[in-house]
């Protein structure tokens, strides 16, 4: 999943709930609509009553045509012959991981908050439902619910998530429920949310279980595994099961620090503010030494660096470095202890030391991805082969031809804690929910900006934005904003050739013709997006709302 800057969620709180609560939505993607599709529609030739109807036709075609259960995949063909989460999916499930299940919920409570009309809480409420009927018995999500069943969901794994060469997560099924990609924090944030709304006991009891989840299955140091309850394990390519290790990747105890912080504020359970300081506390342990003093993706019980999936070396990372500091700093004004920020010089001074040398930045990006404990010396990650079955991933020192990937702004890391620093705890604190102070971290609106997650299909677009009129006029007969689907993958077609076909050269993003890892092409066919319905409906709200008199 892509590293992306914070979406804000609401005017009010911005701060505090930029803090907290971030969530990892592409800021800026855009819709690409059907050549001419606009016609003859100005941004004056727009009145609320056809963004209304708009934003309603839009909602009967997602609900009445696109939804299994209450639930979503991110694409579908036009024909639905076809459709895709992360990995191409069936037609009895659907996604947690964004631009899914959760965040049209999101989007359909903000419709509701906008309108009032009770189409857009009655298919939040089906989207809630949708979640509780997968959640797992221990109170997380997977990244996928199968409303086939267990047998189906099992082949799935057996076939498209086994062949899927870069996306190892797929390639075996745990059974269990995940924090990666934020699936288990969405689905719970979303339908606390919705239980706030009207106070339906079914959305608290679901939340309850996954607060429990969260607490049940913190280990005692105050860090999170990737997934959990610990079932049987996975070794690939001799590389032990890494999803037991204290995590970080992917935000995972960022996010859930903050679902537990909005649990205490909204529901005053007092039960989670032990778990959270532990919580807090462990960024401090696992902070390394010098002379290489930042955080990697994940960690052994012990505390030590861990490799995770096969393209994961046992490394620091500058970017997850970049975000514990800044977390650190999170948690200062948070409690206002100054341990917090007693080492965020020793990591500052490490990101400048280990910054790319200047010929290998490109579009901003100054940061490689790997970095070896002690050395501080650039770890280099290659593959070879063709599939799942006969490649492999391997890493070395050899930077040749390697380019930044991450984008790092050190001064201004450095800038925010010089502030912090001159701040008494009682200033620091001044909004801190853990104290009882500041504004809400539950916005009137949730959605205020783009959506992407890690959906190619709409992070790859470069449309520009389209104002209200533009998309009222782009919406099809049909009663759906048409995407371009760029992104597609191969249909499963058997276990890979052992070896690599005759003349195979890697392309990068996939193998061969047995790999069905999602890939990105110059054009694709039309079709409908989860992530185009809900940019395009944040947007109309937010016109709504510009314009109520």
């Not at 606390?192 to 608290?204: I, V």
């Not at 995770?308 to 800044?326: G, K």
Request: proline share 7%; aromatic share 10%; charged share 25%.
């Amino acid at each position: 999943m892509p590293d992306l800057e914070p979406a804000q969620i609401g005017k009010q709180g911005w701060r505090i709930s930029r803090m907290l609560t971030r969530r990892t939505w592409l800021v800026g993607a855009s819709v690409a609509p059907l050549a001419g599709a606009v016609g003859a529609w100005s941004p004056l030739a727009v009145g609320r009553d056809a963004v209304a109807a708009t934003m309603r036709r839009a909602t009967a075609f997602m609900t009445d045509k696109v939804a299994t259960r209450g639930g979503y995949v991110w694409s579908y063909l036009a024909d639905f012959s076809r459709r895709w989460g992360e990995m191409e999916a069936w037609p009895g499930m659907i996604w947690t991981q964004a631009p899914g299940t959760p965040e049209m919920g999101q989007i359909f409570l903000d419709a509701y908050h906008a309108t009032g009309e009770a189409l857009y809480y009655e298919a939040a409420e089906k989207a809630g439902d949708a979640l509780i009927a997968g959640q797992h018995e221990s109170g997380g999500w997977n990244y996928i619910i199968d409303f086939d069943g267990e047998d189906s969901l099992r082949r799935w794994y057996e076939t498209i998530g086994r062949n899927g060469w870069r996306l190892e997560e797929f390639q075996h099924y745990y059974g269990n429920a995940t924090f990666d990609d934020h699936a288990t924090v969405e689905c719970g944030r979303f339908l606390l949310r919705l239980h706030l709304e009207k106070g339906e006991p079914r959305f608290r009891a679901a939340v309850d279980k996954t607060t429990g989840f969260i607490l049940d299955s913190q280990y005692p140091v105050g860090g999170w595994p990737q997934r959990w309850p610990r079932t049987g394990t996975f070794e690939n390519h001799g590389r032990p099961d890494y999803t037991g290790y204290i995590t970080l990747n992917d935000e995972v105890a960022e996010e859930n620090i903050g679902f537990l912080l909005l649990v205490l504020q909204q529901l005053d359970e007092e039960r989670v503010r032990e778990p959270l300081g532990r919580a807090m506390d462990c960024y401090k342990r696992l902070q390394q030494p010098q002379p290489s003093p930042g955080f990697a993706l994940q960690y052994t019980p012990d505390l030590q660096p861990a490799g995770a999936r096969t393209y994961e070396p046992r490394a620091l990372s500058p970017h997850t470095t970049a975000a514990a500091l800044s977390k650190m700093m999170d948690f200062y004004e948070l409690t206002g202890d100054r341990t917090f920020l007693a080492r965020i010089p020793e990591g500052l001074d490490w990101l400048r030391a280990v910054e790319a040398p200047a010929e290998a930045h490109r579009n901003g990006l100054n940061y490689f991805r790997y970095v070896e404990p002690g050395t501080n010396r650039f770890i280099a990650v290659h593959r070879r082969g063709s599939n799942a079955r006969n490649g492999e991933f391997y890493s070395d020192y050899d930077m040749t031809g390697e380019r930044a990937e991450k984008r790092i702004d050190v001064g201004r890391l450095r800038q925010r804690h010089d502030r912090l620093s001159a701040l008494s705890p009682d200033e620091a604190t001044a909004a801190s929910p853990l104290q009882g102070r500041g504004p809400s971290l539950l916005p009137q609106f949730v959605v205020t900006r783009a959506v992407g997650g890690s959906d190619l299909n709409v992070t790859a677009a470069r449309a520009r934005e389209m104002q209200a009129a533009e998309l009222v006029g782009a919406l099809n007969e049909e009663g759906y904003w048409p995407q371009e689907l760029r992104t597609t993958s191969h249909p499963y077609r058997g276990p890979g050739p052992a070896e690599p076909p005759p003349g195979f050269v890697d392309p990068g993003q996939v193998g061969d013709a047995w790999d069905t890892s999602p890939f990105t092409l110059p054009s694709g066919p039309v079709g409908i997006s989860t992530g185009a319905y809900i940019n395009n409906m944040s947007r109309l709200i937010g016109y709504l709302r510009e314009t109520e008199a």
